[in-house]
């Protein structure tokens, strides 16, 4: 029988949560990365150092708080006001704002005279790999073209022109032959109507973004520290006491970064999302509900421990966000990865101008209905039973709903296979069978266990004794799980 079936919970996970640390090498630990710009602080370090939480809390022993408080100091130094650098607005502030391939890429191609003409952007996936090869023709007119890159086929357009009375004007015949899967549009800088474009080739540089879901899933911990030393004291050491405001002090200053994208609805549901011309891939939409949900567990912890209203106000108003998305069928709920009040749940078309389009980069974009996966239900799990927790938040998931969400994973994310059962690829109920990875993932159903029974021994029966490799920090935070709530 597999040591997963025999073997105390707590103790296996224990024993998995070390294993993995220990076995972290380059980005992925044990360290900390000097900077986020590859966004592994936001969605590696970050994981870890809730790990860490997780094992204090459930052990009450003052080591992995320590170790905890060693990450986040380490964290906090890869700050961009601390590093001195500026995000795409040429702001340095207390966040840690990312590139590479989680943000749009921009390339400026000048004219003859050396003057920047042309900015072609262009979203991802692969946008930080593009290089835009320019050619002239006759009568001032050029062409753009894109090799093949991964994820990315090749991509051509002309002829173009940087006369703005030409009907060939590059920004607009962009605009006209947008497609989504291309996903380039163009902005014509000022400029004399007779110059001429110069030819060669010209990388897109990724714009430096500080992406609400990456502050949300760094703070976390942050904040939840803080609860921790207020309310088991015992299990914080002294020396990590006497840090404590100034965690609470960075968490509220990288959240209130972000105030700018908050949204609700006229009936109260709440979300966080990317503004028109913010050079990520969907610009102007709400952000997916896992994303705006990681802010959403860093503002439950932040309700208690500073007592501001504001906080526990847009806690709840993403949880009603989350509550009105759960479709529940015989007592099974599903919900899906983006917000049905939400753009891109909807998809939107070309008004004929960027100025009143959802988006400056996405003239349009087909509707996406998909369920949630059971990676990014790892951040709505958790957000869910640490809201349904929290006593001093008004009250907004009924034990009917909790006991859905629970048969979720009984009913619809397990894909049973004799005595093997799997992880589906998502909560739908009918989605394909789950990657090797997403078996590794299974413990994310342990805290609703309250609500069902029959979780901790079908989580037994899927997971795995160790993930495929390479290992992340995701896989500390999972091996973590099992020990807290095993």
Same mark, same amino acid.
């Given at each position: 029988?597999?040591?997963?079936?025999?073997?105390?919970?707590?103790? +296996?996970?224990?024993?998995?949560?070390?294993?993995?640390?220990?076995?972290?090498?380059?980005?992925?630990?044990?360290? =900390?990365?000097?900077?986020?710009?590859?966004?592994?602080?936001?969605?590696?370090?970050?994981?870890?150092?809730?790990? #860490?939480?997780?094992?204090?809390? *459930? !052990?009450?022993?003052?080591?992995?708080?320590?170790?905890?408080?060693?990450?986040?100091?380490?964290?906090?130094?890869?700050?961009?006001?601390?590093?001195?650098?500026?995000?795409?607005?040429?702001?340095?502030?207390? &966040?840690?704002?990312?590139?590479?391939?989680?943000?749009?890429?921009?390339?400026?191609?000048?004219?003859?005279?050396?003057?920047?003409?042309?900015?072609?952007?262009?979203?991802?996936?692969?946008?930080?790999?593009?290089?835009?090869?320019?050619?002239?023709?006759?009568?001032?007119?050029?062409?753009?073209?894109?090799?093949?890159?991964?994820?990315?086929?090749?991509?051509?357009?002309?002829?173009?022109?940087?006369?703005?009375?030409?009907?060939?004007?590059?920004?607009?015949?962009?605009?006209?032959? #947008?497609?989504?899967?291309?996903?380039?549009?163009?902005?014509?800088?000022?400029?004399? +109507?007779?110059?001429?474009?110069?030819?060669?080739?010209?990388?897109?540089?990724?714009?430096? &973004?500080?992406?609400?879901?990456?502050?949300?899933?760094?703070?976390?911990?942050?904040?939840?520290?803080?609860?921790?030393?207020?309310?088991?004291?015992?299990?914080?050491?002294?020396?990590?006491?006497?840090?404590?405001?100034? #965690?609470?002090?960075?968490?509220?200053?990288?959240?209130?970064?972000?105030?700018?994208?908050?949204?609700?609805?006229?009936?109260?549901?709440?979300?966080?999302?990317?503004?028109?011309?913010?050079? &990520?891939?969907?610009?102007? +939409?709400?952000?997916? !509900?896992?994303?705006?949900?990681?802010?959403?567990?860093?503002?439950?912890?932040?309700?208690? =421990?500073?007592?501001?209203?504001?906080?526990?106000?847009? +806690?709840?108003?993403?949880?009603?966000?989350? @509550?009105?998305?759960?479709?529940?069928?015989?007592?099974?709920?599903?919900?899906? #990865?983006?917000?049905?009040?939400?753009?891109?749940?909807?998809?939107?078309?070309?008004?004929?101008?960027?100025?009143?389009?959802?988006?400056?980069?996405?003239?349009?974009?087909?509707? =996406?209905?998909?369920?949630?996966?059971?990676?990014?239900?790892?951040?709505?799990?958790?957000?869910?039973?640490?809201?349904?927790?929290?006593?001093?938040?008004?009250?907004?998931?009924?034990?009917?709903?909790?006991?859905?969400?629970?048969?979720?994973?009984?009913?619809?994310?397990?894909?049973?296979?004799?005595?093997?059962?799997?992880?589906?690829?998502?909560?739908?109920?009918?989605?394909?069978?789950?990657?090797?990875?997403?078996?590794?993932?299974?413990?994310?159903?342990?805290?609703?266990?309250?609500?069902?029974?029959?979780?901790?021994?079908?989580? @037994? *029966?899927?997971?795995?004794?160790?993930?495929?490799?390479?290992?992340?920090?995701?896989?500390?935070?999972?091996?973590?799980?099992?020990?807290?709530?095993?």
């Amino acid at each position: 029988m597999p040591r997963w079936g025999i073997e105390n919970l707590h103790r +296996a996970g224990t024993r998995y949560f070390h294993e993995i640390e220990s076995r972290l090498t380059g980005v992925s630990g044990p360290g =900390v990365p000097a900077d986020n710009e590859a966004g592994v602080i936001g969605w590696g370090t970050s994981w870890r150092m809730q790990g #860490y939480l997780m094992m204090a809390e *459930r !052990t009450g022993r003052p080591a992995y708080a320590e170790r905890l408080a060693e990450l986040i100091d380490d964290v906090l130094d890869a700050r961009d006001d601390v590093r001195g650098v500026r995000d795409h607005r040429g702001r340095s502030r207390g &966040v840690w704002s990312t590139a590479g391939k989680f943000t749009a890429a921009t390339a400026v191609i000048p004219d003859t005279d050396g003057r920047p003409a042309l900015e072609v952007t262009v979203c991802p996936p692969s946008a930080h790999l593009a290089r835009f090869t320019v050619e002239t023709y006759g009568e001032g007119r050029f062409g753009l073209t894109l090799p093949e890159v991964p994820r990315r086929k090749a991509w051509a357009s002309g002829p173009l022109s940087l006369d703005p009375a030409d009907e060939l004007r590059a920004d607009r015949a962009l605009y006209t032959a #947008y497609t989504q899967k291309d996903g380039v549009t163009a902005r014509l800088l000022p400029g004399d +109507a007779a110059r001429r474009i110069r030819p060669g080739v010209y990388a897109a540089r990724p714009a430096l &973004v500080p992406l609400a879901a990456q502050t949300g899933m760094i703070v976390h911990p942050l904040a939840s520290l803080a609860r921790l030393a207020r309310e088991r004291p015992d299990a914080v050491p002294a020396s990590v006491h006497a840090r404590i405001d100034g #965690y609470v002090d960075a968490a509220v200053t990288a959240i209130a970064a972000h105030d700018e994208q908050w949204v609700t609805t006229d009936d109260g549901r709440g979300a966080y999302r990317w503004l028109p011309d913010e050079p &990520v891939s969907f610009a102007g +939409a709400e952000l997916p !509900t896992n994303e705006f949900l990681a802010m959403g567990r860093a503002l439950v912890q932040l309700a208690v =421990v500073t007592g501001e209203p504001a906080h526990a106000e847009r +806690a709840e108003a993403m949880a009603r966000s989350l @509550r009105d998305d759960l479709t529940i069928t015989d007592g099974v709920a599903s919900w899906p #990865y983006w917000p049905s009040f939400g753009h891109v749940y909807r998809g939107w078309s070309p008004t004929g101008s960027p100025d009143t389009d959802v988006s400056l980069l996405r003239p349009a974009y087909a509707p =996406v209905t998909v369920p949630e996966d059971v990676t990014h239900a790892l951040i709505d799990l958790d957000f869910l039973c640490l809201y349904q927790a929290t006593a001093q938040l008004p009250p907004v998931f009924t034990p009917a709903e909790m006991r859905a969400v629970a048969a979720t994973f009984t009913r619809n994310a397990l894909h049973r296979r004799g005595l093997h059962p799997r992880l589906r690829h998502d909560v739908g109920g009918t989605g394909r069978p789950g990657t090797d990875r997403e078996q590794a993932h299974v413990a994310a159903w342990l805290p609703l266990r309250q609500w069902s029974p029959a979780i901790p021994r079908q989580v @037994r *029966r899927v997971q795995p004794e160790l993930p495929p490799a390479p290992l992340m920090g995701v896989d500390t935070y999972c091996g973590a799980l099992l020990a807290r709530w095993g």
